[in-house]
Structures are given as C-alpha cells and as structure tokens.
C-alpha cells in the first residue's frame, strides 16, 4: 500500500531503493538530529522519506512554529521554533502551549477558556496531515467523549468480529468482561470465555494489552475510513497518524470545552484588521479573539463560526475599510460584505430572537 514505510536499511534490501543508489542512501539511514537519531523511512513508492519519530524535534518545530502563528506570534520563523523547544525542552505540544511564549500565552489562555468543536481541537494540534480534514473526521460528533465511544464501539465490534465473536456475544456479558478486567482478573480467564462463543476457536491476543490497543487501533481505522470515504486509503492514512499522537489528543481533549449540543458550523472570511469594534479593555481584536468572542454569542443559538478562505460557500465577507484585496472585491461582487460591527449586530440580533 503507499502508506506503507521501510527503514532506508529494509528498503535497500528488499529492492525499493535500486542498488546504484545504495551508496547515497547509506548516509541518511538515521536522523541526523542528535536528541533523536532514529531511523529514516521511505514509503513505498518513494515520494516520502521522513524521520520515523512522530516527536522528532524537527517534526515538533515545523507543529509548534503553526501553532504559534496561529496565535498570533509575531516574528517567529522556523528556527526560532527550533530554538524555543531546544532551550525549554520541550517534548510534545501540550508542553507548547503550556511553556509558550509570553507574547501569545493570553491568546492561548482565551483559546482555551472558549468553546470549540472536535474538529478545532484536532486541526489546532497541528498534526502532520491532517489540517482541515479534522472537521470531517469530526463529522456528527460533538466531544470527545463521544469520539472515544465510537471508537470504542467500532473497534469493539470489529475485534469481536476477527476473534470469532460474530453477534454471539450478549451487550451483558460483554460487560462483565469489562469489569472482570478493571477488577484485575486474569486475561487467561478472560481469553477462555471469549472462546466459548468463538466460532473460529482462536484469541490472537496475549494479553489485555494487546486485545484492548488493538480495538483502539481498529477503531480509529474504521472511524476515519467511515467519515472520510473513498476507497479507505485516505482514512487508514489519517488514523496512522493520528495513532501515533494519541496520548496528546488525549491531553488536550481534557483541557478544552467543546460545545456542550449539536452545533452547526458556518463559515465566514475576515480581510483586514478588525477595527470597527473592539474588546471590552479598548484595544483591538485579533481574528482568533473576534471569532471567539463572535462565537461565544451565536453558540446560544446553535451556530458558530469559522474562519475560512472559500468564498462560495462563506456567509459573510467581513472588511473593516475597502481594499484591493479579492476577498473584498468578490463581497461586494456577492453582496455579503459587512464590517465587523454590522456582522456583530447581525448576530446580536439573531441571539434575541433565538431568546
């Protein structure tokens, strides 16, 4: 599959690297990174080749320097990110957006006393390949709560299936395995009742490690395969990727508020700066803080807001003082073009009645 990866050793071995070329690859079969040094891959049809740790300080830099900007941080290129994750050793990105810097730590204190859908969350993480697919991976699911339980239930369902447990399972005593295993009971006892309803008579499990990360895993495929579509090669991609940052997805699932009932999501493009309202203390809005605080209103009405650059299907085009820029052009071409202070009042006006 082109998914698939090979160290640069492997690859040369098994003929995916030709062997004229061995002699090149040979010098970059590990990171050249000195905190990291693990192995480089190449996928299979030889159009990537990446360091294979997801936390390589590179791969982290390139997440955090998007992160930053995203915040609105000024002057912050990819060195500085290098060097800022060197010099606060820092590991992972909740640990960023922990020890940030103080030029966007109220910007990311805000982002997270605020509201946001599952989708917002995964796409901030920065993870390499998802970006904006995040918001249809999140498609129907309002928190991660719910997130966990359909990969729960897919992937239960999917792991019941391969160890023979076709429908021959009732919901009641699957759930006296589940709490056979939180009380400590032996997974030997545990393997030799799934095997009383197994038609195949094989659990490919050695433990309940390896049973419950692997309906964790499969759920994660099934679920991205189902909500991205296609022939499932884009699906397992994203849940590749995604497995490999699961414990920050974890971490930071716990740390935001997501919208607490369906939400629908409309989109809207900002050209400009924000200068016909402000915040409460007087000083300007940036983007990020006048969609939030935008958001913080419409929520009550089962609607928030998000940034986005596609015209076709934006509500409003918000421009503060007439440009050359197209955005602003294709607003008036549209007719959706307001100020900052007209799209306030408009959703103002739309909370009361929703009243």
């Known amino acids: 599959m082109l998914n698939d990866f090979y160290t640069i050793e492997v690859a040369m071995s098994n003929g995916l690297i030709p062997e004229s070329y061995h002699n090149l690859f040979k010098k970059y079969t590990k990171c050249p990174e000195i905190k990291c040094g693990s192995d480089i891959i190449i996928n299979t049809n030889r159009t990537v080749m990446k360091c294979s740790n997801p936390n390589c300080i590179r791969i982290l830099s390139g997440r ?6 995203s915040f609105g941080i000024m002057d912050f290129g990819p060195q500085s990110a290098y060097d800022y994750i060197n010099i606060h050793n820092i590991h992972d990105v909740p640990g960023a957006l922990v020890d940030c810097p103080k030029a966007i730590e109220e910007n990311i204190v805000n982002w997270f006393n605020s509201y946001h859908t599952p989708g917002e969350v995964l796409e901030m993480l920065a993870i390499p390949g998802i970006g904006t697919k995040a918001h249809k991976i999140m498609n129907n699911i309002n928190n991660f709560t719910e997130f966990n339980n ?3 239930n897919v992937g239960t369902n999917h792991v019941l299936y391969e160890c023979g447990l ?9 759930e006296l395995m589940l709490q056979f295993h939180e009380t ?4 030997e006892r545990f393997k030799n009742f799934l095997l009383k309803f ?4 094989v659990i490919p499990f050695n433990n309940y490690d390896e049973f419950f990360n692997e309906i964790k895993r499969a759920g994660l495929y099934q679920l ?3 909500q991205l579509g296609g022939d ?9 990727t995604m497995s490999c940052y699961w414990n920050e997805i974890q971490v930071i699932s716990g740390m935001v508020k997501c919208y607490p009932n369906k939400i629908e999501t409309r989109k809207i493009i900002i050209t400009g700066d924000i200068t016909k309202v402000t915040r409460e203390d007087g000083l300007p809005f940036d983007r990020l803080e006048f969609i939030n605080y935008i958001n913080s209103i419409s929520s009550t009405y089962g609607v928030r807001y998000q940034n986005s650059t596609a015209f076709n299907s934006s509500e409003f085009i918000i421009a503060d003082y007439p440009s050359n820029t197209r955005k602003y052009h ?3 071409e549209k007719g959706n073009l307001v100020n900052s202070e007209e799209f306030l009042n408009i959703i103002r006006k739309r909370a009361q009645e929703n009243e």
Do not use: Q
Request: proline content about 2%; charged content about 25%; aromatic content about 10%.
């Open 166 to 174: 076709r429908g021959k399972l009732p919901d009641k005593y699957w």
């Open 64 to 69: 955090v320097l998007k992160i930053y900007n």
């Open 198 to 201: 197994s038609t195949t008579g």
């Open 224 to 226: 991205c395969m189902i």
């Open 232 to 240: 499932g090669t884009d699906g397992m991609e994203r849940a590749e």
């Open 184 to 187: 400590g009971g032996e997974w």
């Open 150 to 152: 359909a990969i729960d």
């Open 330 to 332: 294709m607003g008036l």
